[in-house]
């Protein structure tokens, strides 16, 4: 084991769970638990929980379960040790040493170390007599030298192979350089640096790893692409990340807009002005991962667009896709000619920010771009374009709002609005019949079937035994003599009782235990344990008063009650055998001796009464 166990204890004791998982998933209280939409499988309502005091997480859907550890492995996919370097990070925790040889490194993982060694060398050569005409060109275009550092940009040199030679010299392969797409193999057979006499801009993904860069050309002489970005590689698929989004995430967050532009240079001038919401689709048209990736940081997108490409079909486009994803999208067009560093240069902040609020709905928009063609000058026109409008309010998410702007859409038109939900519905029934349904808004990894719960076999008051003494192991000296086997009633329950028995045996605090061991949470009953441990509804409506009163809930009481409420069930069942039985006998001493014995039964069965009673 690479990692001391009281360095894992720490990063589990820093780590806010709630926290790292609201990050991807928005969370809602529940109880004592959190709980939101599972992030490792597609479902429309939440199964997913988290425990803020224990730091675990269960989902009820898909099964998955663990602790902070397990869910950035799996989440980000991740090893075990660059998850706890990421928490142990992100907790301000210092890592005993740099470890492990690099030929421990998992492939992925060498290909990070790759892109983050090209990273540093690009950026200190910006700041190196190499990179003068970069640095010189970066500050020309105002950006200022604080964000060239805080967006690690760098300086490709003039040379074949800077990299190649650099970076081999680390020990890295040419054939990992080449993989992770800093190099080009040439006709001949040759390799030679990808990115050369360029300004550099590293793309990085939701956490902040290197995953490619965009390269700018700093010759306008040069007849070479203006951009170029790194080739498609097992990190990098420029469909699915957004320029700026590491940086921007805790803005998206608080603020819950975006505000999208094309370009690295109108991203960095916007963050550069203290518009940090900023994330750029550079190099590639918005896509629909995008628009996913996006909505999980924030609701509103304000697309910066300049004049001639804000109106163009393939913008319109992908806009109704963010529609369909739930965002509300407002328009901000800019002068012609204008880009938003260039609009923020030349007008400043205080304009920009004026044509923020001024920025125009999606739906006006797309009315607009009509009327400016002069379509709206025909009635087929205004059928025309009452037709598209009515098309993209039924892919909006939010039904309710469909009503506000069919309403607006028929003012705006003097139409009828019976007319307009008419159309809407007819538009509404044929993308449900022959068009696919969109699929959930959701990073569904794997579609993993949800089965039904073993524990849904247990009885309420078997769970509630079986949760108490597997969190609470010091109750069990409680219990008496004989319990809690005497009471479970199935089959299921004395199993589990087992191995909670083994457990606390084993372990002070099984349940962290299994959160924190992957094979032991994989196993059946760690999964049934773990699952066990978050408890999905109170049960009974005696116990959320417990809770509402104490902070903390009285594990011995909830036990005792418990007990005592299977006794009475176990009873009751004996009972109606016995009776079935004394129906059936034949002899008069049969019948005398089973009624003895519902005699006691009813004894008993009142004793218990009168305790949960007097409790
Ligand atoms: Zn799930």
Redesign the pocket.
């Known amino acids: 084991m690479p990692f001391p166990e009281r360095l894992i204890e720490q990063i589990r004791q820093r780590t806010d769970l709630v926290e790292l998982v609201s990050e991807v998933v928005p969370l809602k209280r529940v109880g004592k638990n959190y709980a939101g939409l ?1 992030p ?2 597609a ?1 429309d309502t939440p ?2 929980y988290v425990h803020p005091d224990w730091g675990i997480f269960k ?1 009820f ?4 379960g663990g602790n902070a550890i397990t869910f950035v492995m799996e989440y980000y996919r991740m090893s075990f040790p660059e998850a706890v370097r990421f928490l142990a990070e992100r907790a301000g925790i210092e890592l005993p040493e740099e470890p492990t040889e690099e030929r421990e490194l998992s492939h992925t993982q060498q290909l990070y170390r790759a892109l983050q060694a090209a990273a540093r060398l690009y950026h200190s050569l910006l700041f190196s007599p190499a990179g003068t005409t970069a640095y010189r060109y970066a500050l020309g275009r105002g950006l200022s030298e604080q964000t060239l550092r805080q967006f690690q940009l760098g300086y490709a040199p003039n040379a074949w192979d800077t990299v190649l030679t650099e970076l081999r010299r680390q020990g890295f392969s040419e054939a990992l350089l080449l993989e992770a797409g800093l190099l080009v193999r040439s006709e001949q057979g040759t390799l030679y640096d990808r990115f050369r006499d360029r300004l550099i801009f590293p793309i990085h993904d939701t956490v902040g790893r290197v995953v490619g860069f965009g390269a700018r050309r700093l010759r306008e002489e040069e007849p070479t692409p203006k951009y170029i970005n790194s080739p498609a590689t097992p990190l990098y698929d420029k469909s699915k990340l957004l320029y700026g989004l590491y940086h921007a995430r805790h803005a998206l967050r608080s603020s819950g807009y975006a505000l999208l532009v094309e370009g690295y240079m109108d991203a960095l001038a916007l963050h550069q002005a203290g518009l940090d919401t900023a994330v750029a689709t550079a190099g590639t048209a918005l896509s629909r991962d995008q628009l996913r990736l996006l909505r999980r940081y924030c609701q509103q997108l304000f697309v910066v667009y300049d004049a001639d490409s804000a109106g163009q079909q393939a913008t319109l486009r992908a806009l109704e896709l963010a529609l369909a994803e739930g965002f509300d999208v407002r328009i901000v067009v800019l002068p012609a000619g204008e880009d938003p560093a260039s609009f923020l240069q030349s007008q400043g902040k205080e304009a920009f920010l004026m044509r923020l609020r001024s920025a125009v709905p999606f739906l006006e928009f797309v009315l607009l771009e009509y009327q400016r063609r002069g379509a709206l000058d025909t009635p087929e026109g205004q059928v025309q374009a009452v037709r598209h409008a009515v098309r993209l309010i039924a892919t909006i998410p939010d039904r309710l709002l469909h009503e506000f702007l069919l309403r607006r859409l028929a003012a705006r038109f003097a139409l009828p609005e019976s007319l307009l939900y008419a159309e809407l519905q007819a538009v509404g029934a044929n993308q449900s019949s022959t068009a696919s349904p969109s699929p959930p808004p959701r990073p569904s990894t794997e579609a ?1 079937a949800p089965t039904p719960s073993p524990l849904k076999e247990l009885l309420t008051e078997e769970r509630e035994i079986l949760r108490a003494l597997l969190l609470q192991p010091h109750l069990r000296h409680q219990l008496q003599p004989g319990e809690p086997e005497s009471v479970l009633l199935s089959e299921r329950a004395r199993q589990l009782w087992q191995l909670i028995q083994e457990l606390t045996q084993r372990y002070a605090e099984p349940v962290l235990t299994i959160a924190a061991d992957p094979q032991l949470q994989q196993s059946t009953e760690g999964q049934l344990l773990l699952e066990l441990a978050i408890v999905q509804q109170s049960p009974s409506p005696r116990w959320l008063e417990y809770v509402q009163e104490f902070r903390e809930l009285d594990w011995g009481a909830v036990l005792r009650e418990n007990l005592l409420r299977l006794r009475l069930r176990g009873i009751e069942q004996r009972l109606q055998q016995l009776r079935a039985a004394q129906a059936q006998a034949q002899s008069w001493v049969q019948q005398q001796q089973l009624l003895h014995q519902i005699q006691e039964l009813l004894d008993e069965r009142l004793r218990c009464q009168q305790q949960l009673e007097h409790r």
């Open positions: 599972c490792f499988h479902e199964s997913f989902c859907g898909c099964g998955k993993a």
